[in-house]
């Protein structure tokens, strides 16, 4: 286990050495969403019976959370394929089950900080409430672990910075911008209910966000089970991937 | 003594390319082994197998009897590789680069092994300075520091020495030498063929994936045993079809390998005769240079006549 717990010290110290870029802009950035949203929408809009600027803080915080995880995973392994530097983590001993463990664990666990950076700005602005903390915590850690798997299979699949970027902006931005983080899917039209309700990114937010408030647009134990299925399938993917040795073994 | 790198009958392809054709090799225990080849021979992709950066698409590899697919863990602790690219992860530190290449192979608290290889590779004074800041032969240094920082029985260099100047070249050479004497087996590729001359006990020469010459050094030697001739004619010169045929052009000279002293007077002779004027001439012992060129032309190669 010390190879999976060096790799697991290795990728975080990583992006630890980076935080200013890694953790502090994206906590910038859900700031000025929150203060932009709130102030245009705050006086007007209600969900569920909660106050805009608390319904959007739960929301924020699990987009920056999966989108950084994603990050994470992605761009370690794009970084080490492009330099070459990615052959000190496939020359010693790692099974590829410690190699997919340490790079997920390490994007949630960045995930984890930038969540907890945002909610910790956010809370000047509106304190959400806790009614149920475990389902928070389950939704943020399998949702970090969900896009730090992703961001595997992105980082493996990619062989250039702009094909991740390809990837990044046009499947994981969608997904997480249109699931419901700004928004209660009963606001839109009944197509787009429909069509939401296939994004799994959905029921991350849905779950988190009913940790916060004891409300959600769909049942929690159902987002749980999307969520759960989601991790499993995306999981043997990228250890199909890891495996096979994939554009890592020639 | 046992095998400490056994090769069976390895092939690779990539697309079309025929990497490695068949390659069997058997390394024993101890040995300072070279392996020699032009590029493109398939050296490379032959270490990459053992190391598993590649796999083979028939035949099997082991090291010190563990095989390098189905028991790879146990053959890659044993394995320590320097990779030919020069390449470093940019986040860290040369101690925290070494810590953490110890730990990836399960080795916890390695400071003191750390710092003697410091010492030895003289990276002492840059223990604690970021990869990005160190110059190419240093940043080639931590690279030799890395593959060893587990104890390897089994060292495997990948042209270690390109870009490094002499002074630290010879220091790498005892730090390696050391540890050879002191039981490691070590697997060296080259461009510097003095290098393999006085390092290697033997050698084997690869081309277009087949082992060419497998044998001692000194037999490789004594096999190409005599002297070479090199010379430059003034022009218009042109050889007459006997001698050309014996010719090789090496950096603009022609090249001619005898097999003593006395064949000298009569190809001196010869090209009075042809009406050759000698611009230059060299005369030298045969060498592993040698011994390469001979080997690779008698496989087949385009050599370029005079």
């Known amino acids: 286990m010390t190879g999976f717990r060096t790799l697991l010290y290795k990728e975080v110290l990583r992006f630890w050495k980076v935080s200013f870029q890694t953790i502090a802009a994206p906590v910038l950035t859900a700031l000025l969403y929150l203060m932009i949203f709130s102030h245009v929408l705050e006086a007007h809009v209600q969900v569920h019976g909660i106050a805009y600027t608390a319904f959007l803080i739960p929301g924020l915080v699990m987009m920056s959370a999966l989108q950084n995880a994603f990050a994470n995973s992605s761009s370690s392994l794009i970084q080490s394929k492009v330099t070459g530097s990615v052959v000190f983590v496939l020359l010693p001993p790692i099974s590829y089950g410690e190699f997919f463990l340490a790079y997920v664990v390490a994007a949630m666990l960045r995930g984890l900080m930038v969540g907890a950076g945002v909610l910790l700005v956010t809370v000047w602005f509106a304190v959400p409430a806790v009614k149920a903390p475990l389902w928070i915590l389950a939704f943020v850690v399998l949702g970090g672990a969900i896009m730090g798997a992703l961001g595997m299979i992105a980082g493996i699949w990619a062989d250039k910075f702009d094909q991740l970027a390809g990837f990044q902006n046009f499947l994981i931005m969608p997904l997480t911008m249109l699931s419901g983080v700004f928004y209660s899917i009963h606001s839109l039209p009944d197509f787009w209910q429909q069509v939401s309700h296939f994004n799994p990114v959905f029921y991350m937010i849905d779950g988190f966000r009913f940790g916060f408030f004891g409300v959600s647009d769909v049942a929690p134990e159902v987002s749980l089970t999307v969520v759960g299925t989601s991790f499993a399938l995306v999981s043997a993917a990228t250890l199909l991937l890891l495996r096979s040795g994939y554009k890592l073994r020639s | ?306």
Request: contains cysteine.
């Open chain 2, 1 to 306: 003594m046992g095998v400490a790198v056994a090769i069976d009958r390895v092939e690779k392809h990539f697309a079309s390319l025929q990497a490695l054709a068949g390659v069997s090799l058997q390394i024993e225990e101890g040995e300072f082994f070279g392996l020699l080849g032009p590029n493109g021979a398939g050296k490379t992709t032959l270490i990459s197998c053992l190391a598993g950066l590649s796999r083979p698409d028939s035949g099997s590899l082991t090291v010190l009897g563990h095989d390098v697919v189905s028991d790879y863990r146990a053959a890659r602790r044993l394995l320590g590789v320097v990779p030919q690219e020069l390449v470093f992860d940019p986040f860290f530190s040369v101690r925290e680069t070494l810590r953490i290449q110890s730990g990836y192979f399960g080795i916890r608290n390695n400071d003191d092994w750390i710092d003697e290889i410091l010492a030895n590779l003289d990276l002492g004074a840059k223990a604690d300075t970021n990869m990005r800041r160190l110059s190419g032969g240093m940043k080639r240094r931590v690279l030799v520091a890395q593959a060893l920082v587990h104890k390897p029985p089994v060292i495997v260099l990948d042209e270690p020495t390109a870009g490094v100047d002499v002074e630290l070249r010879q220091g790498l050479w005892q730090f390696v030498r050391r540890l050879n004497r002191d039981g490691h087996t070590v697997i060296l590729t080259t461009h510097y063929l003095e290098e393999a001359e006085s390092l290697c006990g033997r050698i084997a020469m690869l081309k277009q994936g087949r082992v060419v010459a497998l044998d001692s050094t000194a037999n490789l030697l004594a096999r190409f045993a005599g002297q070479t001739v090199s010379l430059r004619l003034a022009p218009p010169a042109v050889l007459p079809q006997h001698l050309a045929a014996r010719a090789t052009l090496v950096d603009g000279s022609c090249t001619f390998h005898l097999a003593g002293a006395r064949d000298i007077e009569p190809l001196l002779a010869d090209l009075r005769q042809a009406g050759c004027v000698i611009e230059d001439l060299r005369l030298t012992q045969t060498d592993l240079e040698d011994v390469f060129l001979g080997v690779m032309q008698s496989a087949g190669s385009n050599r370029s006549r005079c």
